[in-house]
């Protein structure tokens, strides 16, 4: 039974994944969908999309997923998965297009925005109504609440603002409407991924941060060791990632990720309004710093005035 | 150099006039936006970031003029003279007025910039990949949604490569590579370069380059806000909570909050 949704008020998710696995950040993109209180499809793009729309499927609150399964969708190119999520639009008319704001939403969402001729919305950390939404400015020290009359609302969201949707649901699979790939624009050529057994930093319960204090790369060791006993992910300031200590992907702030953990500790790190901008909503911060002048301290629940390289291997002893 | 560089690459290079990174914003008391006036502004970090590979590209012999864009009210001309004085060749200064500039969207930006695509061939748009006061991450991909360019988003290494683009990405997890092809929008993470800085000489210089203006009117482009404010404000202040004395005390801190077992 097809049933015409066009007058149903509904919502796009756009899944993102690795081929495998659905990123946890679609699991709080579906939670801020659920928000909104419209019907939720979930649309899964890629070579093995099926087996991803599988998990989805089970997501509470989904109703219904759409799979679009084709090898060309390899990689999800935004340029391949547009005329996906266009078709899909033209066929169920979304009141509301949503993707978690990761690199993958971010580099979809407005592609998708302009052919809808719809100023989207990004990164946004709480839903008021429908079409009211709040979100960070100004390296998260302005807080706006915007009210969107696009034709269609386009928005990216925050990962840590929205719980992560459980699983409890029973959705079918459905393939998506047929759709046409332009596939000489764009060629996806390789990834370099970085490997670890952390915890993923955007979602980890306690994460271990150094700074520039840290000095070298070498010297990293001792806040990974820190890092390992207490089971944290590890992140850095951008001063770190651009002085080598650690790759880029690492970087916390206001260009990089943002996290909020139970627990932050900021090792070496003087807090600059970029840093706090990526950690600053995180429960308990823990400060570890020679300097009681860092700006780190006023937002630090914990301060230690040390120097990091007798603290931090005594803490790593103790624990 | 490789002879298979396009003939004629011209880049088109998107530079915004923001509030300086090392200014502490403060919202207006009725809060309906933040306090710009009297507060120094410069080029959003980013853009010239993506300016600076442009000029490296025209030194390479692989682009040979780059053009310097900016949409906004009359001081954008500032950045522009900045951005001519770092080696761009020309600048288009698309102007609204300073009472419509607050209200601009990256959605207005993108239609804008067609039409100056569709009067004058360009054959890529370089642009960083956020501006740092409204964060939103958006005119690139809406730019090469708009053109139906393809698009490679937070370079962290560009090679040109005939009528391709390769471009090392940062991505969340690590680095991908792509292959764009010509014409192509592109934009500039932190990590691409080292922006140079003007030297006076080149500031003198860039006064003599040339500066369109056009007004958004000119390009007859709608820009009606699709977005409203109803509300700018501080996000909570968070309370220090405080020095302890070492580090068996920050442990029996963490103990009593029950991150470590006790």
Redesign the interface.
């Known amino acids: 039974l097809q049933f015409n949704s066009s007058r149903v008020k509904s919502t796009l998710v756009i899944a993102e994944h690795d081929d495998s696995k659905l990123a946890p950040i679609t699991l709080n993109a579906i939670t801020a969908a659920s928000k909104i209180g419209a019907d939720i499809s979930v649309l899964v793009t890629g070579a093995t999309a099926s087996k991803v729309a599988e998990q989805v499927a089970k997501i509470n609150g989904v109703k219904r997923v759409l799979v679009a399964q084709d090898e060309k969708l390899k990689n999800n190119l935004p340029e391949r998965v547009t005329p996906v999520v266009l078709a899909s639009h033209k066929q169920f008319n979304f009141k509301h297009i949503i993707a978690g704001a990761s690199a993958f939403g971010r580099g979809l969402i407005p592609r998708v925005a302009a052919k809808l001729e719809s100023s989207p919305i990004s990164d946004i950390t709480a839903v008021h109504s429908p079409d009211t939404f709040s979100r960070t400015m100004y390296a998260g020290n302005v807080v706006v609440k915007v009210q969107s009359s696009a034709p269609v609302k386009m928005l990216t969201v925050r990962g840590t603002a929205f719980e992560q949707a459980k699983d409890g649901g029973a959705a079918q699979l459905e393939n998506s409407p047929s759709f046409e790939l332009k596939t000489d624009s764009s060629e996806f050529l390789g990834q370099e991924l970085s490997k670890s057994e952390r915890p993923d930093l955007a979602t980890a319960k306690i994460v271990v941060s150094g700074g520039r204090g840290v000095k070298s790369a070498d010297n990293f060791k001792l806040i990974y060791d820190l890092a390992d006993k207490l089971g944290a992910g590890v992140g850095a300031s951008r001063a770190a990632v651009d002085a080598g200590y650690c790759p880029n992907d690492m970087q916390v702030g206001q260009t990089g990720k943002i996290v909020a953990p139970e627990l932050y500790i900021a090792i070496g790190i003087s807090g600059a309004i970029q840093h706090l901008a990526g950690m600053k909503d995180s429960k308990v911060i823990v400060a570890i710093n020679k300097d009681p002048d860092a700006p780190i301290f006023q937002v630090a629940d914990i301060g230690l005035k040390a120097d990091l390289f007798n603290a931090v291997p005594e803490m790593t002893k103790a624990l | 150099m490789n002879k298979s560089y396009p003939m004629v690459m011209r880049v088109l290079v998107g530079v915004k006039r923001v509030?300086d990174?090392a200014v502490?914003?403060r919202?207006k008391p009725d809060k309906t936006g933040?306090i710009t006036e009297g507060v120094q502004h410069s080029i959003n970090p980013?853009d010239e970031i993506a300016l600076e590979e442009a000029v490296k590209l025209k030194e390479k012999k692989a682009a040979t003029e780059v053009v310097a864009f900016s949409m906004g009210g009359p001081k954008c001309q500032e950045v522009l003279r900045t951005a001519l004085a770092k080696g761009a060749d020309k600048a288009i200064h698309i102007e609204v007025p300073d009472a419509d500039a607050s209200k601009l969207?990256?959605?207005h930006v993108?239609r804008a910039l067609k039409k100056i695509i569709e009067n004058d061939k360009f054959d890529a748009v370089f642009l960083g990949?956020?501006a740092?006061?409204?964060?939103?991450?958006?005119?690139?991909?809406?730019?090469?949604?708009?053109l139906d360019?393809?698009?490679?988003?937070?370079a962290?290494k560009v090679e040109p490569d005939g009528k391709y683009l390769?471009v090392t990405?940062?991505?969340?997890?690590?680095?991908?590579?792509?292959?764009?092809?010509l014409p192509?929008v592109l934009s500039a993470?932190?990590?691409l370069n080292e922006p140079r800085y003007a030297t006076l000489p080149n500031i003198m210089k860039a006064k003599k380059k040339p500066l369109e203006k056009k007004s958004a009117k000119d390009l007859g482009i709608d820009v009606t806000?699709?977005?409203?404010?109803?509300?700018?404000?501080?996000?909570p202040v968070?309370q220090?909570?405080?020095?302890?004395d070492?580090?068996?005390a920050?442990?029996t801190?963490?103990k009593e909050?029950g991150?470590?077992k006790a």
């Open positions: 509030v990174y502490k914003v919202v933040v980013f969207e990256p959605l993108a990949k956020q740092i006061d409204d964060d939103a991450n958006q005119t690139g991909s809406l730019i090469a949604g708009i360019w393809p698009q490679a988003l937070y962290s390769k990405r940062e991505i969340d997890g690590g680095l991908d590579t792509i292959k764009v092809s192509a993470d932190l990590r806000p699709q977005t409203k404010v109803l509300e700018v404000s501080e996000p968070r220090a909570g405080g020095f302890v070492d580090v068996s920050l442990i801190k963490l909050k991150f470590i």
